[in-house]
């Protein structure tokens, strides 16, 4: 999952970004309203956090530009402690959901998980494919109740497969929802860790769908499951 933190503070932003990071996120970070409105509409996030209180162009005003542009992925808004008319505004705008600052940081990636689960369709925290479970809250994988160790790019890519579980996910999706605005597009990186992932998962959910991507779903599903991708 991409991410995007919008937030002026730069030892917050830094907070944040640092947290996501260790969650398994790919996090882009902007530090005013100008530069976070631009990445929102050009870059497909699967959430951000967004600061009301933003120089250049307010949270709000970023926030309104988004909707109205198309833009439906989940926002996560920060206001001030004594902010209910911000919350307010905020929800008015489009928002998703918001923390108080001050705030735990776990309280944000919480809230981040039940947005991104309830942006694809899934209610629980426990994704399930087949033979396979992902935990979302604990960074967790089983295959048939035996634990699977991954690395962090392995889950990511895996997580992500589980969140979109019965679609067909292009490779260019994959990897402009999983790696930040430096990484190499023209790499075989997907290729490899979905080699990868196979391997250690044993079990055949995984399917290469000819000049179109990939398929998660359960093994007896996969003939005829696929749905184009909606983007």
């Known amino acids: 999952m991409r991410l995007l ?39 497909p996030y699967d959430a951000v956090v967004l600061d009301i209180g933003l120089p250049k162009i307010d949270g709000v ?21 004594d902010g209910w008319s911000e ?6 705008a489009g928002a998703d959901d918001y923390v108080t600052k001050p705030f735990h940081l776990e309280e944000v990636l919480a809230r981040l998980r039940a947005l991104t689960r309830r942006a694809t369709g899934h209610a629980s925290a426990e ?13 967790r994988v089983h295959v048939d109740g035996a634990a699977i160790k991954l690395t962090s790019h392995e889950y990511r890519l895996l997580a992500y497969l589980m969140h979109h579980t019965g679609r067909v996910v292009s490779r260019t999706e994959i990897v402009e929802h999983l790696y930040d605005q430096d990484f190499d597009r023209d790499s075989n990186t997907v290729e490899v860790f979905v080699g990868r992932l196979r391997k250690k998962l044993g079990a055949e959910i ?13 093994p007896d599903e996969q003939a005829g499951s696929a749905r184009p991708n909606p983007r």
Request: aromatic share 6%; hydrophobic share 40%.
């Open 5 to 43: 933190v919008v937030e002026d503070d730069k030892d917050l932003n830094r907070q944040l970004a640092q947290a996501l990071g260790h969650a398994g996120y790919a996090v882009d970070r902007a530090f005013d309203g100008e530069e976070g409105q631009f990445l929102g509409e050009t870059e």
């Open 61 to 81: 005003a970023v926030l309104e530009a988004w909707r109205k542009a198309g833009r439906t992925m989940p926002v996560l808004i920060l206001t001030a402690r």
């Open 87 to 92: 919350k307010v505004r905020g929800f008015d």
């Open 127 to 139: 994704l399930v494919c087949g033979p396979v479970r992902l935990d979302t809250k604990a960074g």
């Open 206 to 218: 995984i399917q290469t769908v000819r000049g179109l991507g990939y398929l998660l779903a359960p």
